[in-house]
């Protein structure tokens, strides 16, 4: 799963108390940022609850706070500026398995934009961008995996980026097999352009890792993605 993972759930699990959920829908539904007494009176709970709950949503990233005063108090008396909430910036979305139709989504419409700009044919600009939104995974990998053991391993590093974008990768004697497909919907109706986005994906990552002992190929099976990484010889 991906590192966040268990603070996405905790995110969306936090909604599922009843004074929690009914502050967020409050707070979201509301032209701006909302001060605990307004989102206590508006749930009709006491202040002291309201407290707790929006701190705890808060805590669990849904809510973002900031310090102001509330609309229409100004100057000399208005007092200091008090604690408000509002809905938080980031995307909280939990998947079981984990699907990415946003990475698809956003190879898709770069894809596009190349074709038009560079008249180009689409499935062309479709083959580079995936190339190179793998080889921009690979240049990230260090960011994100730290100080991780086997960065030295081409595959260990491959298997922990894909598991991060939802591929749950498998270990096998000759590379990797993928136990789940991010772009699960999309390949089942549109097999042959995912899964050639999906391909060069992947491939695009190796490529970026310098993994010249591994190779990606299109290899469907039920149950798993159409991927496989397999380890070539040299």
């Not at 229409?72 to 604690?83: E, N, Q, V, Y």
């Not at 995307?91 to 934009?113: C, F, K, Q, W």
């Not at 190349?114 to 961008?129: E, N, P, Q, S």
């Not at 986005?197 to 990552?205: E, K, P, S």
Request: glycine content about 10%; some cysteine; hydrophobic content about 40%.
């Amino acid at each position: 799963m991906p590192e966040d993972f268990e603070a996405r759930v905790a995110g969306v699990a936090a909604l599922a108390e009843p004074i929690r959920r009914a502050l967020y829908d409050y707070v979201v539904a509301q032209d701006g940022p909302v001060g605990r007494e307004q989102a206590a009176s508006g749930v009709g709970v006491a202040h002291h609850a309201a407290k707790f709950h929006l701190d705890k949503l808060v805590e669990t990233g849904l809510l973002d706070v900031e310090y102001s005063r509330a609309p229409g108090r100004r100057g000399p008396g208005a007092g200091r500026p008090a604690k408000r909430y509002r809905r938080a910036h980031r995307d909280i979305v939990v998947s079981l398995p984990e699907r990415r139709y946003d990475l698809a989504a956003h190879i898709m419409a770069e894809a596009v934009t190349r074709a038009r700009r560079g008249d180009i044919h689409i499935a062309d600009a479709l083959r580079d961008t995936a190339t190179a939104t793998g080889r921009a995974m690979a240049e990230q990998a260090p960011r994100d995996l730290g100080e991780r053991p086997d960065h030295s391993d081409p595959l260990g590093v491959a298997g922990e980026v894909l598991a991060g974008n939802g591929y749950e990768p498998r270990v096998t004697a000759d590379g990797l097999t993928m136990a789940n497909c991010p772009f699960h919907n999309l390949a089942e109706t549109y097999t042959a352009l995912t899964c050639g986005m999906n391909l060069d994906l992947v491939n695009g990552l190796l490529d970026g890792l310098d993994a010249t002992g591994l190779r990606a190929a299109l290899d469907p099976s039920p149950g798993r993605c159409c991927v496989r990484v397999s380890r070539t010889t040299t």
